[in-house]
């Protein structure tokens, strides 16, 4: 059974940054892909970014140019690098893993964007 464990999450403020992390229970090469997706209350789930096996990317339209998504295969982590964050970017935001076999999730952290 693989695991996902997020960490990072928090309260900030506008125009801040917040760094969050997915540690997975074992070697990230094993996974087509990986991401990050977001649910705030009262909406769907959304794509907030995305990196497969090669390295190519894929973002959601409202975070082009302020996220950055990133692989560290020493550490078995995938991580999301947020800056000029705004209310709008508040949500559950949940790791995801994928292999053709399987997709995994972990159990989310809050990020909450308020002054």
């Known amino acids: 059974q693989v695991q996902l464990v997020e960490s990072g999450g928090g309260l900030v403020q506008p125009g801040g940054s917040l760094r969050l992390s997915c540690a997975a229970s074992?070697?990230?090469?094993?996974?087509?892909?990986m991401g990050w997706y977001r649910q705030a209350p009262g909406k769907q789930r959304e794509l907030v970014a995305t990196?497969?096996?090669?390295?190519?990317?894929n973002y959601g339209d409202s975070v082009k140019g302020r996220f950055t998504i990133s692989k560290d295969y020493a550490k078995n982590t995938v991580s999301l690098q947020m800056n000029s964050l705004k209310p709008e970017d508040t949500a559950v935001y949940s790791c995801?893993?994928?292999?053709?076999?399987?997709?995994?999730w972990g159990q989310g952290t809050q990020v909450t964007v308020s002054s």
């Open positions: 074992r070697s990230i090469f094993t996974f087509d892909a």
């Open positions: 995801n893993a994928n292999t053709p076999a399987a997709g995994y």
């Open positions: 990196v497969n096996r090669g390295g190519n990317t």
